[in-house]
Nanobody
Framework: QVQLVESGGGLVQPGGSLRLSCAAS????????MNWVRQVPGEGLEWVSQ????????YYTDSVKDRFTISRDNANDMLYLQMNNLKFEDAAAYYC??????WGQGTQVTVSS
């Protein structure tokens, strides 16, 4: 059974940083491309970042380029999202996803002064 559990969200001031983690189990983590997706209440899902199975290729939506870094630890089945210089518009529930078929429960990021 595929299981994805996010953690690391919280309240941060604009300009601050957070590191999100996603613990994966129940599938061959090292074989799959992984994604981070976010959602603001009342709005649609927004894809944030993607990483290849070997961690060598990454993609970002334009609004987070040069601020967010996706990474993975295949030895420990972990996915990460380092978020720096956070802005008000980054506030959302963040989800990790295996491909786009399996999702975690999400972790909330709040940006407030």
């Amino acid at each position: 059974q595929v299981q994805l559990v996010e953690s690391g969200g919280g309240l941060v001031q604009p300009g601050g940083s957070l590191r999100l983690s996603c613990a994966a189990s129940g599938f061959s983590f090292s074989s799959g491309w992984m994604n981070w997706v976010r959602q603001v209440p009342g709005e649609g899902l927004e894809w944030v970042s993607q990483i290849s199975s070997d961690g060598q290729t990454t993609y970002y939506t334009d609004s987070v380029k040069d601020r967010f870094t996706i990474s993975r630890d295949n030895a420990n089945d972990m996915l990460y999202l380092q978020m720096n210089n956070l802005k008000f518009e980054d506030a959302a529930a963040y989800y990790c996803a295996f491909g786009f078929n399996f999702w975690g429960q999400g972790t909330q990021v709040t940006v407030s002064s």
